[in-house]
């Protein structure tokens, strides 16, 4: 299975504006799309549909400016699923996380970490785009924070503490 699609075999980014107000830069954008994702502009999520408890399809909206005001349209889209991630803005802030005298060791403005996930502050681990050497596929990003869950996993079980 490809390593950036983590065995899906189909993944589809849907962004509430156009592909000029995105975040991401048009590298990471080449780069999803090089990797088999979809990236689609101008929907907005409305529900999650489930079955039995397990998703099935995510309905979508369509979307539009109205003068510099983003609205629904009405119109709606239903695409199959069988997982949906919700993708949040953020700004790393690393005085956020030093406190007690202790301070996050960073490396090229991001958090360096060890192949586990580990921050050098005790009991802190990281993954994303914040860690360096991290890139902006939110697909990696919660490969890392399936692989740091078991790193802490095994820390609390070993010797009951992180």
């Not at 101008?42 to 998703?55: D, H, T, Y």
């Not at 802030?93 to 192949?115: F, H, Y």
Request: charged letters at 25%; proline letters at 1%; glycine letters at 12%.
């Amino acid at each position: 299975a490809d390593r950036h699609l983590l065995g899906a075999e189909e993944v589809t980014i849907c962004y509430r504006r156009g592909q000029e107000h995105m975040n991401a830069s048009e590298f990471e954008q080449d780069l999803a799309a090089a990797n088999g994702v979809s990236i689609r502009h101008w929907l907005q999520p409305k529900r999650v549909i489930a079955e039995s408890g397990k998703v099935t399809a995510v309905e979508l909206e369509y979307t539009a400016l109205n003068g510099d005001r983003l609205a629904g349209t009405g119109e709606t889209l239903t695409l199959v699923a069988d997982q949906v991630f919700k993708a949040i803005g953020q700004s790393f802030v690393p005085a956020a996380l030093n406190g007690s005298g202790a301070s996050i060791e960073l490396e090229a403005g991001r958090i360096k970490v060890d192949s586990e996930g580990r921050t050098s502050l005790a009991k802190v681990w990281a993954g994303g785009d914040c860690i360096f050497g991290g890139d902006d596929l939110t697909v990696s990003a919660v490969a890392q924070g399936r692989d740091a869950a078991e790193s802490i996993n095994r820390a609390l079980t070993s010797n009951g503490r992180a």
